[in-house]
């Protein structure tokens, strides 16, 4: 299968308006100040903790993981192409271990180990915030293949939900929304892309007749609410 690449690549999820609206959430959720310690898993080309690092200059810089490095990763956190399994066996504690939108790359057992791992990194204050797609009701523009795709990927996250509660037994939910506007010219470009997971396998057919599709059931302007749930979970 393709790697996952363009999510972030000058889309929504990289706008100034949703970092920031983002990291405000993060702030509500958690109790950021200049002493935390971050650790973003999956964490791409580290938008979210570069912008955290500059609203909050950290004695400590937010570590970001990937096993992508994508030549654009922002250079003011620490980050390291390390799978997430291999790196949570360090020693390091953190106040935030935040796992934006990576969830479903893991199986059931290594969720299970990932979970398990990230807790024992958790200082005794401190959050594991899990954010994923909200499965019921989604808002994501698709065309009929896309949309097949990802409705079977939201039920398999309804099924790795099941899995997160069932191990970190006290959790909290909430939900992200943000109001996308954005160009259908630019949807295009991001769906060609293959800017969702959904995306990945499909032939380069499918994606075609997917643009033709969208380019008539979308007006010029999209919009939309995108929004995730978050899990949120304090020892
Ligand atoms: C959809 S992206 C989300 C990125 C970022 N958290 C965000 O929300 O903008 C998922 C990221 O998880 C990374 N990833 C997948 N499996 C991983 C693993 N085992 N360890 C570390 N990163 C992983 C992928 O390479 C990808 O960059």
Request: charged share 30%; net charge positive.
């Amino acid at each position: 299968m393709r790697r996952l690449k363009n999510w972030d690549n000058k889309t929504w999820l990289s706008s100034k308006s949703y970092i920031s609206q983002f990291n405000k959430f993060l702030k509500r959720k958690s109790n950021l100040n200049k002493n935390s310690k971050i650790l973003d898993i999956g964490c791409g080309r580290a938008n979210i903790i570069s912008a955290l690092q500059k609203k909050y200059k950290f004695k400590n810089k937010p570590v970001g993981i990937d096993i992508i490095a994508n030549n654009d990763v922002k250079k003011n956190i620490e980050f390291k192409r390390i799978d997430a399994l291999k790196y949570l066996k360090r020693q390091d504690k953190y106040d935030l271990i935040l796992i934006k939108q990576t969830i479903h790359f893991f199986s059931k057992t290594n969720l299970n180990l990932l979970l398990n791992l990230a807790k024992k990194r958790l200082n005794t204050k401190g959050k594991i915030l899990i954010f994923s797609l909200k499965t019921k009701n989604n808002k994501i523009p698709c065309f009929e293949k896309m949309r097949k795709n990802l409705k079977k990927s939201l039920k398999r996250d309804e099924y790795l939900f099941k899995i997160i509660k069932k191990n970190l037994k006290k959790t909290k939910n909430f939900y992200f929304n943000f109001n996308v506007t954005i160009s259908k010219k630019r949807y295009l470009w991001m769906i060609k892309s293959r800017y969702i997971s959904c995306l990945l396998d499909l032939k380069e057919r499918d994606i075609n007749n997917g643009l033709n599709e969208i380019e008539l059931k979308y007006n010029n302007t999209i919009k939309f609410i995108d929004t995730l749930k978050c899990i949120s979970f304090s020892k």
